[in-house]
């Protein structure tokens, strides 16, 4: 399979749902340079190569592999499973601590002191029923209270 290295970069960097930013910022480099590697304008020093090794969790046994395909090199078969298969390849896989429990943050809802705004009919505190119905106030109708005062 050919494939080139901004390829595999973009493959990769998705495969572990990191952003062009979070990974350029823990590379120390610009997403604007990570998106130059992506797309094949430019290739990484090594020094960045070697940073990006630590970011896109390429195993010890294929730092070789990883820069021999970053100068131009055809990916190896290890290289490109590592992109497809990801952090389920057993002999590859990284280490990963297991996550947290997720705790839900509940808050209160906290009502402004006073009453609310209301905005809805009012209504009669003496006999409970509306002060002025609904139906009256859209037609613009005078009000006929169906409750005894």
């Known amino acids: 399979m050919?494939?080139?290295?901004?390829?595999?970069?973009?493959?990769r960097r998705s495969l572990l749902r990191s952003s062009r930013k979070e990974c350029a910022q823990q590379a120390h480099i610009?997403?604007?340079t990570l998106k130059d590697y992506?797309?094949?304008r430019r290739r990484p020093s090594?020094?960045?190569?070697?940073?990006l090794v630590a970011v896109l969790r390429v195993p010890a046994s294929l730092h070789d592999d990883f820069m021999q395909m970053v100068r131009g090199g055809e990916p190896s078969a290890a290289l490109i499973q590592l992109t497809h298969k990801g952090l389920s390849s057993k002999s590859h896989a990284p280490t990963l601590a297991a996550p947290q429990a997720f705790t839900p943050a509940i808050h209160p809802t906290v009502w402004p002191r006073g009453r609310?705004?209301?905005?809805?009919p009012t209504v009669n505190p003496n006999t409970g029923a509306l002060a002025q119905p609904a139906r009256a106030a859209r037609c613009g109708q005078e009000s006929h209270n169906i409750m005894p005062t």
């Open 2 to 11: 050919k494939t080139y290295f901004g390829e595999w970069l973009r493959q």
């Open 30 to 32: 610009s997403p604007i």
């Open 38 to 40: 992506e797309i094949g």
């Open 46 to 51: 090594d020094d960045a190569a070697l940073a």
């Open 116 to 120: 609310p705004g209301w905005v809805g």
